[in-house]
Structures are given as C-alpha cells and as structure tokens.
C-alpha cells in the first residue's frame, strides 16, 4: 500500500482502484467497530504490474465510495453512497453510513477520477464483516450458555 495520503498514477487511458482495504486487511472478519477504515490503491487502467513509464504523474481528483449489504453494488440495500467527494485521499476514508449490523458481511466498491475529469469503472467487490461489539444477545437459552457459573 502506499504510504501517502496523496492517489498517484502515470497517465493512461484512464485510472482505476484495485488492492481495497478495509482497516487495513483485505477481506477482514470481525471489524469491531463501526466506523471501517477504507483505502485503494490507483493504476492506471489495463496496466498489470507496479511500475509503469511515466514523464508526468497524474493525481487522483475525486473518488466514490459505494457499501451494500448486498453483493449488488446497484442493489436497494445501499448502506452507504459517499457521491463525489472532492480530493487525491485513498488511504483511511472513513465510513459513514447507515449503522452496520453486528455479525454482517458488508460488500464496498470504490470509482476514482483523475486530473482529466474521467471517472474510472467501478473497481471489483471488496467486503468485511462486522464483529460482535457488546455481549452476545441470545434469545433462547438452548443456544446460550451463562458466561460464569
């Protein structure tokens, strides 16, 4: 990942984000929190590997942030659009959306745009799953157990 708060890619046909992170992991279990850390990486689009020849780099302008709790990304289960938001940050965007359920999985999708005003695709499905954050609420004492006897 890079450390720089500050998107950077060569020019291209256009940008695209790839390696999403959510605090850090890819695909995390148990986020316990419920303000995940979001970050990408930027590419140029249709390049494979890490470098590529540039004599001028082009900065990340703006991006998109899309959460669902479904693998739709146009579904009706939006949690979380962020619309356009203005900047080159790609590392540790913040979530804020709708509360996430406890014990949930969480899909999230990333477009960017660069200096150029073109907006990327959307970058492939990442997700994380939530964590229990207080005691567990069992309903049915069967499926519980005291903590202490």
């Known amino acids: ?38 970050s990408w990486v930027l590419r140029p689009a249709g390049a494979r ?5 540039s004599p001028a780099p082009q900065v ?3 991006y998109q942030v899309r959460v669902t709790d479904g693998p739709d990304r146009d579904a ?3 949690l979380w659009d962020s619309g356009r938001v203005e900047g080159s940050q790609n ?5 804020r959306g709708l509360p996430l ?14 200096a150029d005003g073109a907006a990327s695709p959307w970058s492939e499905a990442a997700a994380f799953e939530s964590g229990l954050v207080g005691p567990p609420s069992c309903t049915q004492e ?8």
């Not at 590392?91 to 979530?95: A, E, F, I, P």
């Open 1 to 38: 990942m890079p450390q720089s708060r500050e998107a950077v890619c060569s020019p291209s046909a256009g940008l695209r984000a790839v390696d999403l992170r959510c605090n850090g992991q890819v695909a995390p279990l148990a986020v316990g929190h419920h303000a995940p850390r979001l």
């Open 49 to 53: 590997g890490h470098k590529e020849a």
């Open 60 to 62: 990340q302008a703006a």
């Open 76 to 78: 009706a289960h939006g």
């Open 91 to 95: 590392l540790d965007v913040g979530y």
């Open 101 to 114: 359920r406890e014990g949930s999985r969480f899909w999230w999708w990333v477009r960017v745009w660069g």
């Open 142 to 149: 069967q499926y519980c157990m005291p903590l202490s006897e």
